[in-house]
T-cell receptor, first 112, second 115 residues
């Protein structure tokens, strides 16, 4: 079963604009991760945020986590055409080892 | 490191045939995961291993599916007999189990088509 639901399912923006994707989940977690998948490729890890963290940055990426609302957001600033991909959130739970439950994904299209 | 290696990259087979997918995890990683991705069901975890031992196989759809990890550098996912509904992209991922949350590294996937 899928733990996370991404919103929106699809997003189309112009190059240079910011892209925001949201993820909601159902159970308590100990970490949340974001992955990118280019068409026809495997998933690539972007960023990991632990349950005791509220915000994390990596380059043009900013992730927030609100455990009280069971939600996270991924912000990509100054988007580029190369950012076109599907983005997935994934959650891990205490005692689950490194097992992750992936969401349904957001398809981002960045147009020139 | 070459990353996670999967073979074959593409497999086309007829219904009823046996299919074996192979995975070589990143050296030093001690967790290995098999996923299936379809448009309808998204990315599903089938089974995962820690230190070559299967920990959770609750995602394996039915007895036609089996997975093994005979050593730290090799795993197989077998479907016997295959059915058209098994058509999907199958991913293998590996990770380091070190007591703290850690990212997973995915292979390029095997695109399976069962006719």
């Amino acid at each position: 079963s899928q733990q996370g639901e991404e919103d929106p399912q699809a997003l189309s923006i112009q190059e240079g604009e910011n892209a925001t994707m949201n993820c909601s989940y159902k159970t308590s977690i100990n970490n949340l991760q974001w992955y990118r998948q280019n068409s026809g490729r495997g998933l690539v890890h972007l960023i990991l945020i632990r349950s005791n963290e509220r915000e994390k940055h990596s380059g043009r990426l900013r992730v927030t986590l609100d455990t009280s609302k069971k939600s996270s957001s991924l912000l990509i600033t100054a988007s580029r055409a190369a950012d076109t991909a599907s983005y997935f959130c994934a959650t891990g739970v205490t005692g689950g080892g490194n097992k992750l439950t992936f969401g349904t994904g957001t398809q981002l299209k960045v147009e020139l | 490191d070459a990353g996670v290696i999967q073979s074959p990259r593409h497999e086309v087979t007829e219904m009823g045939q046996e299919v074996t997918l192979r995975c070589k995890p990143i050296s030093g990683h001690n967790s290995l995961f098999w996923y299936r991705q379809t448009m309808m069901r998204g990315l599903e975890l089938l089974i995962y291993f820690n230190n070559n031992v299967p920990i959770d196989d609750s995602g394996m759809p039915e007895d036609r599916f089996s997975a093994k990890m005979p050593n730290a550098s090799f795993s197989t996912l077998k479907i016997q007999p295959s059915e058209p509904r098994d058509s999907a992209v199958y991913f293998c991922a590996s990770s380091l189990m070190a007591g703290v949350p850690y990212e997973q590294y995915f292979g390029p996937g095997t695109r399976l088509t069962v006719t």
